[in-house]
């Protein structure tokens, strides 16, 4: 056992005089002071708090003349639960009930003896890990998610408001955009640290500013970690998103006017693979291709005839709106044939090439951009990955091609997911992503509503609401809201609706999967979607719905 120990002034002779009996007991470090003249306890509290939230001790003792001090400035860390204690059933209820793992004293309170046998009691004194007591503990570690941005209440109202409001939108609804997920504490924590404060134009050990080198640190585990979690020769997370990642790799490898042939984006691909509103159908000469009509899936022979007619620059794979396994083994072998540079744009799948449930187009493609949110799960933001023959011209194109100064708070929020998908947890949690969206859509598929491609390989589907009933994915999608289930209105291929009011809605699982939901919680919902949609003017069905969907997601709390 390790125990982390400190005291200011006040605490410091009790603080000397406990330090031989809990030397018996366990491994104890003393975090200061080394005498008895006046000091802050707000510095001695966070240094044995942040020993016991990083691990470094299995417990700390605080003392001053109260305790209150201590415990306060101690319980502002994340993992450490402060108690005042001043009897040994204190110490263990503190212990048994909540968990706490630092013990607070007060000098003034307590007699030498007495704090031996208190802490004693509560070293001695397991946790009790009885539903009800995780779930208390559970609250309190989360403190609704707010305890982060609480400081706005007062400084921003307004803001706060936005932010309350979204936190209960999370808590309270299904959310099946298959382009969003929720993130960890521990990334939200990097994306709103002090390393947004940096400017740092450039790349490590190489910057336009001076004082980068704990950006630099956090850059290169970012870029490293990248490398080793998609098994990629180089990369550059600066990108500030995945149109931005996707921009990069185009001023890298061509010139404006060449040929990109990418899948149409009323078939599934994405606005910056060529359409004619964005920046690279403004710049490039734009090819699409599409699905085959009657199987609404990629048809490659067909896409190998157009390439050797093309001869495009790029042969670009991926796609926002597929909901089927892509051959990028396939892809390579046309773009060898027809003399493209390979580039794929994995932004949806890249949490399940991570997981390992998609096959990886990383050893085939010449490029990969990505998101780093979706079904990864970080911060919204961008990456590249390439072939280390690319890597100058890439980075080139970033900075100072396209870019200035990198978000480093983003980019080191970007090292931690990375980390995080480095767990055989994750890779769990990507084959369940998978495997609740098949659950899903067959349950709507089995209540009669077509589903594009007949099925899903990945983490979503695609329900062609306006062939099934006749209404359009606007009101389909405006329905389901109202019932608390967020999903977004979608073309499907050869889609006959504007995009704006579209012909099907898309469906994705990354989110209530990250909540912890599994294929029992997947048919309920599939039934509940199926349920508005059979009588989408129904009010009555969309309250019954958003009720007993309220009542779901309260066991399924969002991290």
Known sequence: MKIAIASDHGGFALKTALIAPLTEIGLVKDFGPSSSESCDYPDYAGKVALEVASGGADFGVLICRSGVGMAMAANRYQGVRAAICSTTDGATLSRQHNGANVLCLGADVVSTEYAVEIAKAFFATPVDMSERHVRRREKVERAGRLSD?????????????????????????????ASENTSSRACREAAGSV??????????????YSGCLPVDAAEELARKRACELFGAEHANVQPHCGSA??????????????????????????LSHGSPVNFSGKIYNIVPYTV????????????????????????????????????FRRFREICDRCGAIMVVDMAHIAGLVAGGVHESPVPYADFVTTTTHKTLGGPRGGMVLCKEKWAKALDSAVFPGMQGGPLENIIAAKAVVFREWMSDEKKGYAQQVVKNCAVMCKTVQDRGYRIVSGGT???????????????????????????????????IPYDTESPFRTSGIRVGTASVTTRGMKEQ????????????????????????VKREAKELVAGFPVP
């Open 292 to 327: 085959d009509r009657e199987t609404e899936r990629l048809d490659y022979d067909a896409i190998e005839r157009q390439a050797m007619e093309v001869k495009p620059q790029i042969l670009l794979a991926g796609a926002s709106a597929y909901p089927r396994a892509i051959d």
């Open 521 to 544: 919680e997947m048919i309920r919902i599939g039934t509940w979607i199926a349920d508005v949609l059979d009588n989408i003017v129904d009010v009555s069905v969309q309250e019954r």
């Open 149 to 177: 941005a609480s400081g706005l209440a007062a400084a921003d109202p307004e803001v706060f408001e936005a932010i309350r409001a979204q936190t209960e939108q999370e808590d309270t609804e299904i959310n099946l955009i």
């Open 195 to 208: 390393l947004m404060n940096k400017y740092a134009e450039g790349y490590p050990g190489k910057r336009w």
């Open 457 to 491: 390989d990945n983490h979503l589907f695609l329900v062609d609401v306006k062939g099934s009933r006749g209404f359009t994915g606007k009101e389909a999608a405006a329905a389901l809201d109202a019932a608390g289930i967020v999903v977004n209105k979608n073309t």
């Open 245 to 270: 990642a996707n921009m990069a790799v185009y001023f890298a490898c061509i010139k404006p006017g060449d040929t990109i042939m990418s899948m149409s984006l009323d078939q599934g691909g994405h």
